[in-house]
């Protein structure tokens, strides 16, 4: 099939695949999903006052101490382009879609065969978590494209060493840490790995140290105007006060106690009844219904209470915001206090239920109808990602085996560093979604490996060009 056709069809599919979570969503758009409501108003107020602030009117400046500015700014660009609402963002992001499959062929066309490349992209147009976020406003796509791109630009850097693919890698990098701050440390993981790994590995050849020294001092200009705002408005540098890594721990640290239906069933009690009293009566009721010993459910709702009043307590904005770091502390200290108390069975739990929710639990069912799929459903999809992760390990190897340990290097870093980064934490499948692109284009080289299939990529342009010049000091 001719390649322009075959990449039409991909994008097609890619559409076609969007437009029908756009759909599918749409109930869940207003009643579900909380965290739009955040971005939304940052959009909003970014499109109308140029503000980054959800209180804009307040006398005083209340600064953001949640999210990043990053995805806030695509939302407030289609809002004053297209006007408000879900409809413009929701195709915006899946034209985003669109371009994430055209790069996963891009980055494949470098480090396997053409046809490889092109499976590798309609894997990822029909992969339906991704279009199933496009649908929402939430950073999980944007992400998505600006880590594909990212990677994509690795890989090119292996081949195309110039300086100036490290000065957009940094900037890219920068970018993607300021839309999920999961991903600030990882330019310094990329570029450790190359530091260590490849001379262990006798990898020639390779890029030179001034270009990863240029990568970092890029992507450390692009994070300084967010840091200077932190500064600015709370006094301290931090890349999200309140979003930092307080609340992940403590939810990690009872994440797996219980099944996630009963924990969800248990955080709702929380947040909904206010008396304590009546609150401990019903975690009882939970507890006689489920035969299990209600102490532990008492303190995890207690803790969950506590906390929260430190942030809803205070009635202006600006002393509100303060409170969310507080919170955040508060949450650090109590979490860290939770995993000292049974550290052996917190590390079994995070080895064990923690990985496996955080590369193959995604459910990409509306969020208001998860609870009553048919158990068979959700076993049928957790095993599908299940084994795309383990044939993308299989990528991994086939690369390093054929020649491509360069490259097996750049595309195994996304999965180690963000396996690393959220252990510890509370584990949702989408912290992964921005590697996902990576983990179908290994898997899809693994398919290549097992089916006994060449993984040879053609030669790139540069290197037909190269071919073609005449042996130096010889006359035509």
């Given at each position: 099939m001719p390649r322009r056709r075959s990449l039409w069809i991909v994008c097609a599919i890619a559409a076609l695949h969007g437009i029908f979570f756009i759909w599918y969503q749409t109930p869940d758009w207003t009643?579900?999903?909380?965290?739009?409501?955040?971005?939304?108003?940052?959009?909003?107020v970014l499109a109308t006052t140029g503000k980054f602030t959800r209180f804009p009117d307040a006398p005083v400046f209340v600064p953001e101490v949640i999210r990043t500015p990053a995805y806030p700014l695509f939302v407030a660009a289609i809002y004053r382009l297209f006007g408000t609402g879900q409809i413009p963002v929701a195709l915006a992001q899946t034209a985003l879609f669109v371009v994430i499959c055209l790069l996963v062929y891009a980055a494949g066309r470098r480090v396997a065969s053409e046809r490889t490349a092109w499976m590798a992209a309609l894997a990822v147009a029909l992969f339906p978590p991704l279009p199933y976020f496009a649908a929402l406003v939430m950073t999980e796509v944007w992400t998505?494209?600006?880590?594909?791109?990212?990677?994509?630009?690795?890989?090119?850097?292996?081949?195309?060493?110039?300086?100036?693919?490290?000065?957009?890698?940094?900037?890219?990098?920068?970018?993607?840490?300021?839309?999920?701050?999961?991903?600030?440390?990882?330019?310094?993981?990329?570029?450790?790995?190359?530091?260590?790994?490849?001379?262990?590995?006798?990898?020639?050849?390779?890029?030179?140290?001034?270009?990863?020294?240029?990568?970092?001092?890029?992507?450390?200009?692009?994070?300084?105007?967010?840091?200077?705002?932190?500064?600015?408005?709370?006094?301290?540098?931090?890349?999200s006060p309140a979003g930092g890594v307080g609340?992940?721990?403590?939810?990690?640290?009872?994440?797996?106690?219980?099944?996630?239906?009963?924990?969800?069933?248990?955080?709702?009690?929380?947040?909904?009844?206010?008396?304590?009293?009546?609150?401990?009566?019903?975690?009882?009721?939970?507890?006689?219904?489920?035969?299990?010993?209600?102490?532990?459910?008492?303190?995890?709702?207690?803790?969950?209470?506590?906390?929260?009043?430190?942030?809803?307590?205070?009635?202006?904005?600006?002393?509100?915001?303060?409170?969310?770091?507080?919170?955040?502390?508060?949450?650090?200290?109590?979490?860290?206090?939770?995993?000292?108390?049974?550290?052996?069975?917190?590390?079994?739990?995070?080895?064990?239920?923690?990985?496996?929710?955080?590369?193959?639990?995604?459910?990409?069912?509306?969020?208001?109808?998860?609870?009553?799929?048919?158990?068979?459903?959700?076993?049928?999809?957790?095993?599908?990602?299940?084994?795309?992760?383990?044939?993308?390990?299989v990528g991994i190897a086939a690369l390093a085996r054929n020649g491509r340990a360069a490259a097996a290097l750049v595309l195994a870093t996304p999965l180690v560093y963000i396996t690393a980064v959220h252990f510890p934490l509370l584990t949702e499948a989408r912290q992964s979604l921005p590697a996902q692109p990576v983990v179908l284009l290994l898997a899809t080289i693994g398919i290549v490996q097992l089916s006994g299939r060449s993984l040879s990529r053609e030669p790139q342009v540069h290197e037909r060009q190269h071919l073609r010049q005449p042996a130096a000091g010889i006359e035509s």
């Open positions: 009643s579900a999903w909380s965290d739009q409501d955040g971005y939304r108003r940052l959009g909003h998505t494209l600006l880590f594909t791109f990212a990677i994509y630009l690795a890989i090119r850097a292996l081949d195309d060493r110039r300086a100036g693919v490290f000065v957009l890698l940094g900037i890219t990098l920068g970018a993607t840490a300021l839309s999920r701050p999961s991903f600030v440390l990882f330019p310094i993981a990329l570029a450790l790995a190359f530091a260590i790994v490849f001379p262990l590995a006798r990898i020639r050849p390779r890029p030179a140290p001034l270009h990863w020294f240029v990568m970092l001092a890029l992507f450390a200009v692009t994070m300084l105007p967010w840091f200077a705002y932190n500064y600015a408005t709370l006094g301290t540098f931090t890349l609340r992940g721990i403590w939810e990690g640290s009872w994440q797996a106690t219980w099944s996630g239906r009963l924990q969800n069933e248990l955080t709702h009690l929380a947040d909904d009844i206010d008396d304590r009293g009546e609150l401990d009566r019903r975690v009882h009721a939970v507890a006689a219904r489920e035969q299990l010993p209600p102490e532990r459910m008492l303190e995890y709702v207690h803790q969950w209470e506590d906390i929260r009043r430190i942030w809803d307590a205070p009635v202006d904005s600006a002393e509100r915001a303060r409170a969310r770091v507080a919170a955040d502390r508060e949450y650090l200290r109590i979490g860290l206090e939770n995993i000292r108390r049974d550290s052996a069975a917190h590390l079994a739990k995070r080895l064990s239920r923690g990985i496996f929710v955080l590369w193959a639990a995604e459910i990409p069912f509306r969020y208001s109808d998860i609870n009553s799929l048919p158990r068979a459903v959700i076993y049928i999809c957790w095993a599908i990602q299940a084994a795309l992760v383990c044939l993308a390990i």
